[in-house]
C-alpha cells in the first residue's frame, strides 16, 4: 500500500466512523467540535469539516451553510481561547515566571511573529488547539491577532471545506499534502511548549567566579 493511499483510507476511514454522529447531530457536531478546537480541546474539526464538505458535494448539505457553520464556530473558539489565555493563564504565567525580563522577551517576539505562526498553526494538529492560548497569554495585541485568526480561519475553512466540496473523489490531493505533516506538528508542538516551560521556569546559571 503506498503512502497516498494509506493516508487516504484512514482519512475515509475516521469519516466513516464520525458519520453516525453527524447523522445525528449534523451541522451541529461540526459546530462544536471547530469551537472547542480554538480553546485547547482535540476533537476532529477538521475532518468533520471535510465530511460535512463531501456531504455538501453529493447534494446532502449545503456547502454555504457548511463553509459558514465552521467559520463562526471556529473564529468564536479562537477568541476564546485568546481570552482564556490573556486573562487566565496569562497571570498564572506571571506569578510563576521569576524571570520577568524572560517573559517580557517572549511577549516581544510573539507580538512581532505571532502573526505568521498563527496562520501556520490553523494547519496543523497541537498548533491547532493550542496556539490562540498562547497568543493570550504571551499578550500578544488585540487586533493582531484578530487580523491572524481571521485569515487564519478563512485559508483553512477555504482550503478544507472548499477543496474538498470542488475535488470530491479527488480531495486525496489535500490529504496527500496535509497528513504527512500531522505527526511531526504534534512532536513539534510538544518540543516547542516544553522548551518554552524549561526557558520561562528554569533556573539561570550563575556566573562562575574565576576570581575566587
Known amino acids: 500500500m503506498t503512502l497516498e493511499t494509506s493516508l487516504v483510507s484512514t482519512l475515509t476511514s475516521d469519516i466513516a466512523r464520525l458519520q453516525p454522529v453527524l447523522d445525528h447531530d449534523g451541522l451541529w457536531a461540526l459546530f462544536v467540535a471547530c469551537l472547542v478546537e480554538g480553546f485547547g480541546i482535540p476533537l476532529p474539526g477538521q475532518t468533520l469539516l471535510i465530511a460535512c464538505a463531501?456531504?455538501?458535494?453529493?447534494?446532502?448539505?449545503?456547502?454555504?451553510?457548511?463553509?459558514?457553520?465552521?467559520?463562526i464556530?471556529?473564529?468564536?473558539?479562537?477568541?476564546?481561547?485568546?481570552?482564556?489565555?490573556?486573562?487566565?493563564?496569562?497571570?498564572?504565567?506571571?506569578?510563576?515566571?521569576?524571570?520577568?525580563?524572560?517573559?517580557?522577551?517572549?511577549?516581544?517576539?510573539?507580538?512581532?511573529?505571532?502573526?505568521?505562526l498563527l496562520l501556520i498553526a490553523r494547519f496543523l494538529d497541537g498548533l491547532r488547539q493550542t496556539s490562540n492560548l498562547a497568543a493570550g497569554a504571551l499578550r500578544m495585541s488585540w487586533w493582531r491577532f484578530l487580523t491572524a485568526t481571521i485569515a487564519g480561519t478563512s485559508l483553512w475553512v477555504g482550503v478544507f471545506g472548499l477543496g474538498a466540496f470542488y475535488l470530491d473523489r479527488d480531495f486525496h490531493k489535500i490529504v496527500d499534502v496535509i497528513e504527512?505533516?500531522?505527526?511531526?506538528?504534534?512532536?513539534?508542538?510538544?518540543?516547542?511548549?516544553?522548551?518554552?516551560?524549561?526557558?520561562?521556569?528554569?533556573?539561570?546559571?550563575?556566573?562562575?567566579?574565576?576570581?575566587a
Open 180 to 211: 504527512p505533516l500531522r505527526p511531526f506538528a504534534l512532536i513539534a508542538t510538544a518540543v516547542f511548549f516544553a522548551a518554552l516551560a524549561l526557558y520561562l521556569f528554569g533556573k539561570r546559571k550563575r556566573p562562575v567566579n574565576r576570581d
Open 73 to 116: 464556530a471556529t473564529q468564536l473558539g479562537d477568541i476564546i481561547g485568546y481570552a482564556i489565555g490573556r486573562y487566565g493563564l496569562q497571570r498564572t504565567l506571571t506569578s510563576g515566571v521569576k524571570q520577568g525580563e524572560r517573559l517580557a522577551r517572549l511577549e516581544r517576539l510573539f507580538d512581532r511573529w505571532g502573526m505568521g
Open 54 to 71: 463531501l456531504m455538501a458535494a453529493s447534494g446532502k448539505l449545503d456547502i454555504v451553510t457548511v463553509l459558514l457553520v465552521a467559520w
